[in-house]
């Protein structure tokens, strides 16, 4: 599984985390990466509701858990995970938002998630704890051995559309209590509420993911790459690192075409790009250029780096087994070094005279064989 890491700072939610260790807060978008428009409404859609949901029920924590499921399909969570938080493979994939009264911003953790999965055991219903310290069955949890210690929890699964549990909307306290009638009406509307806004913004993220995704092959289309490419330049001008893009060309395409048919050639296409996307890291972009030519961006990556996936993509292409005849590429390579100034349309125009170049040399070496 690929990786998305999240920029994470050293602020501290209420001292300790949850599970024990430091909280932290954390914005969501992907380290070095700008936020999208659709992670900051999935930001503020957090913010917001953690904020009601503790002015209602007058507490000093409010959390949104996600037990299952993914509340983001943003275009690069699409390449991978969501943009939220990074989940290296076989780690748990369950994620909770905690807003802690005083702070700005919501705090991400993948703490004990005992409470939230007793709470879905009953999707009909509110779980309300009165006390944490009279129940046996959360004497080990981090956030009883605290100073203070929470002691309150209530809690309202959440369903979406589908009726399918996905995870709950929480509120605690440092002190035994019960919610009003009020509170409790008030919290499954909360409830309710979010999970409209949550439809919502997973359907304008698709529809986001739409105009950006070619049709036939599901990677990035031109527009999509324009503005990738533009995003990653200007990390590079902000911040020195290396960037290199990849111009490839499907060798004789056009031949391929002409003798087995348009539908074998889309087929061909499609098998390609699933082995370009192999050698990929999270933060690589990958996007038909036009036609039979794709471009891979690779940011943070030098020029030897680049000529390694490179070779690894040459010696997939090699290996796979191609309906009808063997499927070569042509690959150009073109990289922005540190410091390196030029813009990216210098860097497009260097990565497409390399490919022609390489398309040159094997056209010329075919003639010599």
């Known amino acids: 599984m690929t990786v998305l890491r999240a920029d994470v700072s050293d602020k501290h939610g209420f001292g300790i985390g949850l599970s024990g260790g430091a909280g932290a807060t954390v914005s969501l978008r992907l380290p070095g990466h700008p936020m999208s428009e659709p992670d900051e409404r999935l930001g503020r859609l957090l913010w917001n509701i953690t904020s009601l949901a503790g002015l209602l029920c007058d507490a000093p924590i409010a959390m949104v858990s996600q037990l299952q499921g993914e509340f983001d399909c943003s275009e690069r969570g699409a390449l991978s995970m969501t943009a939220a938080v990074a989940l290296d493979s076989g780690v748990d994939q369950r994620r909770q938002w905690w807003r802690f009264a ?156 002409d003798s087995y048919g348009h539908p074998a050639g889309d087929v061909i296409l499609n098998l390609l790009c699933e082995l370009l996307r192999m050698p990929l890291r999270a933060s690589d972009f990958v996007a038909r250029y036009g036609g039979d030519e794709f471009s891979i961006i690779l940011p943070n990556t030098p020029q030897a780096g680049a000529q390694l996936v490179v070779d690894r993509i040459q010696s997939m292409l090699t290996a796979a087994q191609w309906p009808h005849c063997v ?8 990289t922005l070094e540190p410091e390196e100034v030029c813009d990216f349309a210098t860097l497009l125009q ?19 064989d």
């Not at 589908?162 to 009406?185: A, K, M, N, W, Y």
């Not at 499927?327 to 073109?334: D, E, L, M, R």
């Not at 005279?353 to 398309?359: G, P, R, S, T, V």
């Open 327 to 334: 499927v070569t590429v042509s690959v150009g390579i073109a």
């Open 350 to 368: 260097r990565a497409d005279q390399a490919m022609y170049l390489c398309k040159y040399r094997r056209r010329e070496a075919e003639k010599r």
């Open 102 to 257: 005083g702070q700005s911003s919501v705090v991400c953790s993948t703490a004990d998630f005992s409470l939230c999965e007793t709470a879905v055991t009953t999707p009909d219903r509110i779980t309300e704890i009165g006390d944490l310290s009279l129940d046996n069955r959360f004497a080990d949890l981090a956030m009883m051995k605290i100073v203070p210690e929470v002691r309150f929890y209530a809690a309202i699964p959440l369903s979406d559309q589908h009726g399918e549990l996905i995870g709950t909307l929480c509120v605690l306290d440092r002190v035994p209590r019960r919610l009003s009638p009020h509170q409790r009406d008030g919290l499954r509307l909360l409830a309710q509420q979010f999970m409209e806004q949550l439809e919502m913004h997973r359907d304008m993220q698709q529809l986001q993911r739409q105009t950006l995704t070619d049709s036939l092959t599901g990677v990035g289309n031109r527009r999509g790459f324009d503005r990738r490419l533009h995003e990653e330049w200007s990390r590079h001008v902000r911040s020195g690192a290396a960037l290199s893009l990849l111009m490839i060309d499907v060798d004789k395409f056009k031949q391929y075409n």
